[in-house]
Structure formats: structure tokens, C-alpha cells
């Protein structure tokens, strides 16, 4: 059979653009289609990202984070070194955390640019609306074919929607760009103020990236711009921008690829649950897709070898976020003054090893 492209990818963020840049790195002929006209934007993030150096403590089993992750000075808006876990009583547990705070739009803009270099092409404000075989069907009813369809379209994304039953758990996430004086420490806010979710302040250079995300079913019937609005006011200063958007939270779907169709990113779960961390863990999974693509095209792998891939690189790390994530959903659930006594100086390392996606207790 002949193809009009090796592979389609369905969507250019952190993880379509990651694709794009190790496929077409490998040889393989790739084209990025993308409904936005400027990919990045608008902004739909808190902008948080760990350092290399902590990524590489977080997931050892990846290599060559170096290799991956290039971010430019000019993608960075401020550093931080310090992480406060803020109990509902305001009593914080403070832990070292070297984080980049981006500018998440340059951030994706220079992903997109890096995949050009490579020869990957691509299609913007152009929306992809079905999937039928080998062809992708544009919103002008246009069709493309490709030998590998791959789906980065994000919590929404149409490959999944219509090749996979799998349902995830979606958080609903409100946010604010602020203007003001913040210090240079990260904070999480648990307890009522986020039912079964949290909140953010994340300094940024000149102000912050405030948010607040929560499972609707916790909420008492109280909507989240109510609950977002009652957060933001403790802050002082002037709110520059808004935006919101969902976040998948069960951990990633149990199969990546179908036959020749192939999910990566948000679309696969890839955001681990116990901290929302989704840029990066798009980027990991993308250059696993995109190698296995290059292979897959060159010698004939069989693109399972993606998913064999990622639970080598990642499935520990996932596994023990999941576990965080669920052990923190009975925690987060209970009373505001059960939770601020479970903040103490006894929990503190287990409640930052379920965080930070390690086993709690050593071992297991
Ligand atoms: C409010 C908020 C705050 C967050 N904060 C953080 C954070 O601080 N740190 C962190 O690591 N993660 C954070 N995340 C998660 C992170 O943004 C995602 O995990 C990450 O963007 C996943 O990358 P992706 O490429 O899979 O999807 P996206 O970045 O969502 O990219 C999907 C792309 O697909 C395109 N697309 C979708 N459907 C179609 C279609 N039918 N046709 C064509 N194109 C399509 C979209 O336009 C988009 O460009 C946050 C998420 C939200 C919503």
C-alpha cells in the first residue's frame, strides 16, 4: 500500500511534537496536523516543570534526559529550589525541589521548531475530525493517509474517542496569571480548599501561575469558578489573564497502541496522578513513539514495542504514582482538621514519597 505520509500525528503539543522530532529524526516521512493557530496557545498550565537534575532523581529508569529535555533560557520564566505542602489549618510542610517555572507557549513553540529541524511538516489550525483506517478526515472533509496514526489530541483527543472504551478520570482546572511580589517557593494547598484535587501558587517572574483543580463530586454541590475565585482572592495582585482546562488523572490507559494506531501524551494517561506532572511524561513517551516509529518504518518493529518501552522506562514510577494518588484521595477526602493533623513532622517524608511517586514505605 502506498501512503501519503509514514505517520500522521493527531495534535503538536509537548507529546505530538516529541513524536514528530524522533520519528522524523529516524527517517520516517511525518506530518503534524493542529487546530490551533499557534501551538502553545493560549496558555493551559501551571508551567511547572522539575530541573533535569531532579527529573533524573524522579525517573531514573529514563534515559538521556539531557538528550530529551533542551529547554532554552528563554522558555524559563523563574527557578525555584523549594516545594511548601500547605495543610488546611495554613500549616506547611516545606521540602528541597528544583523546579523551572516556563513560559509554557515559547516552551512549546521551540518543540515544534525542534521537530522542523528534524523535517517533520506541519498542518496548523487545521482540526482533525475522524479517523477511518489508514485516513485521517480533515473538518473540510479533505482525507490523509498514513501508514501509523498517532493520537497527542490531548484529554479530548478524536483517535481515542473513537478506538478506545477505556474511560479516565478527568479534573477540571481553573487558573490565573497575577501580577505581584511572590516568593520564589512552589505551593500545593490541600483539604477542602481543592476537593479531591489541589491548588497552586507558582511563582513566575513578576507574578504567578495560580490554580485550582478539584473532582466535582467532592465539591458539595460548589462550583469550581466559585471555588477558584474564593482561592484567588488571598492573593494580592492583578489578575492578567485566565484560563482553565482538564486534567486526566487515573494514570495512563492499560494499551498505547491498536493495530496501527498509536495514543501518546494526555491522550494516553500519561499525567501522573499524584502531582498533575504532564509536560514532561508527554515528552518521555513521545521520543519512545517516535523512535519506535523510525523503527517501525525502517526494519519493521511491531509498535507494541512502544508500550514495552514506556512500562520499562516509566512503569514503576507510574505504578507508585497511581498508589500516591489513591492513598492521597482517602487522605484528601476526610475533614480539614483530619488532614491538617495528618501533616506532621512523622508523615512528612511518606507524604512527599507519594508525591514525588515513590514507594511509600522503602520498598513496595
Ligand atoms: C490548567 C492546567 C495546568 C497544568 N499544569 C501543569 C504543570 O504545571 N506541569 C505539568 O507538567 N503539566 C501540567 N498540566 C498538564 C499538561 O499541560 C499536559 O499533560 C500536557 O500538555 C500534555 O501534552 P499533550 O501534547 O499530550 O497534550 P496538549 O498539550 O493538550 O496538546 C494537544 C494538542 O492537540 C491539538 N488537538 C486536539 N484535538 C485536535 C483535533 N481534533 N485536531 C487537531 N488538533 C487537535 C490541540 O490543539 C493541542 O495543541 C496542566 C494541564 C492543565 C489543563
Redesign the pocket.
Known sequence: MEYDWDAII???????STVARYAADGGAKVLV????SV?GTPL??????PSNLQLKELCPDVPDIDELFRTPDEAISRKTKTMGLVAPSGKKLVYPFEGQILHRPIHDRILVEMAKTKGAEFLTE???NDIDGHNIILRNGKRISARVIVG???P???LRKKFWKEKSLNIT?N?VLMNGDFDDRVDLYFGSTAPGGYAWMIPKDGGANI?IGIQTRFSKGKSLNVMADDFFEQFEGEITYR?????PMSGNISNFTKEHYMLV???AGM?LPSN?????T?MIGGRIAGQVIAEHIRDGITLDQYQMRWNKQMGKVMKYSKRGMAWGNLMFRSPDWLVSTGFNSVTKPLIWRAITCRPMFGLF
Open positions: 493527531i495534535g503538536g503539543g509537548p507529546a505530538g496536523i493542529d487546530r490551533r501551538i493551559q498550565c501551571g508551567e511547572l516543570v487545521t482540526r482533525v497527542c489530541g490531548g479530548h483527543d478524536p482546572v487558573f490554580g484560563g482553565g482546562g482538564v486534567l501524551g494526555d491522550a499525567v498533575g506532572a504532564g509536560i514532561t508527554a
